[in-house]
């Protein structure tokens, strides 16, 4: 599959991780996080109004900075503080996006060292496991990279959950939050938004034991296999199976009732954290009246916002060249165009089709 986007920068995450590796790493005696700006302590520190700074209190929200700003320049960082104390919640999780040129919040997680203590504080789904101390209070310091971009901004947002959040949804099991600090670059005017464009995505009927491709995400645009485990299942859009001669996608929320047949992995477990409240997403599906040349001619979002919301989460009677309409769980409409198609129901069959969507 080939990304279109310019977005997510491993040397991003690279500087986020060196950062958090060097201010501390998860153990069972301690706190992720040292207390301090720049990780540290005593009296020789830069002091906290020269540093970007998020202030959550929950006992006392006067105390609250909710948004903070920068500037920056293109292959350097700047360091940003977030101080999070909470009260009667206890914070487990901590999530953060980065948005780059208003092209969308994307998860900022990718943590690119192969360091067995600094892999401890990441949970699967990317998000910071809060251990110790820091389940009740976070102040870290930490540097955020500027990407290459002549003018724009970069916004990066922070929140806390009580258990497995949603980085499309900073509602979801939200404790404190959502912090944003905005690094401007030039004159901070963003460029026209283009989609977001994914290509040759394919996706293969199911297993019963959960063992194809059968899902994807719009999040990452990531092929899912069905029983990769509970950490990813928020991840997942919509699904492909085979029924009755028809080639059909259907939302994850929907898609044992329209497919018919469960499918191991894709309902949580007993035993996964929040079991009883896990939630899978919806979407949306129509058939288009625009054909694959007009999906080819779209290049900017506002392009789909001709797109209409319906009420079927399931379509059937997939072909090649079939331009489908979308709304996933997040309001964000997009198209799919249908390139391929290897008809029947047994594991190695298969759709393929291409995507754009709004950021």
């Avoid at 959960?210 to 995400?217: A, D, I, L, M, W």
């Avoid at 309001?331 to 198609?341: D, M, P, S, V």
């Amino acid at each position: 599959m080939k990304k279109q986007l310019k977005s997510p920068l491993k040397l991003g995450f690279m500087a986020f991780a060196i950062t958090l590796f060097m201010v501390g790493c998860s153990s069972d005696d301690g706190s992720v996080f040292d207390t301090g700006v720049g990780g540290g302590g005593g009296d020789d520190e830069d002091p906290i109004e020269e540093v970007a700074t998020i202030i959550y209190d929950e006992a006392t929200p006067t105390n609250n900075v909710v948004t903070a700003s920068a500037s920056g320049e293109v292959g350097t960082a700047v360091p940003g503080r977030i101080i999070y104390t909470s009260d009667a919640t206890t914070q487990r999780r901590m999530y953060i996006t980065q948005n780059i040129s208003g092209e969308g919040d994307m998860p900022f997680n990718d943590f690119a060292l192969n360091d067995t203590d600094l892999k401890k504080v990441l949970k699967a789904d990317g998000s910071i496991d809060l251990d110790g101390a820091t389940k009740k209070e976070i102040d870290f310091t930490f540097n955020l990279p500027v990407p290459d971009v002549d003018n724009g901004t970069i916004v990066y947002s922070f929140w806390t959950t009580t258990g497995k959040g949603d980085f499309r949804d900073p509602t979801k099991r939200l404790a404190l939050g959502v912090g944003t600090i905005t690094v401007t670059v030039g004159t901070g005017t963003n460029p026209s938004t283009p989609v977001r464009e994914f290509t040759d995505v394919q996706l293969f009927a199911p297993a019963a034991d959960g063992t194809t491709k059968t899902f994807f995400s719009l999040l990452n645009e990531t092929v899912y296999q069905i029983n990769e485990g509970p950490e990813f299942r928020a991840f997942w859009d919509f699904g492909y199976y085979y029924k009755d001669n028809e080639a059909s996608f259907a939302s994850t929320a929907s898609y044992n009732d329209s497919f018919g047949f469960p499918v191991e992995g894709l309902e949580p477990g007993a035993d996964e954290e929040d079991a009883a409240n896990e939630t899978l997403n919806e979407g949306y599906f129509s058939t288009s009246t625009m054909l694959a040349a007009d999906f080819d001619a779209i290049v900017l979002s506002g392009s789909l916002d001709v797109v209409v919301k319906s009420t079927s989460q399931d379509i059937s009677g997939l072909a090649v060249g079939n331009v489908i309409e979308f709304v996933d769980n997040y309001g964000k409409k997009g198209l799919i165009k249908i390139t391929a198609l290897d008809p029947g129901f047994n594991v190695n069959n298969s759709i393929t089709f291409d995507v754009k969507i709004q950021p």
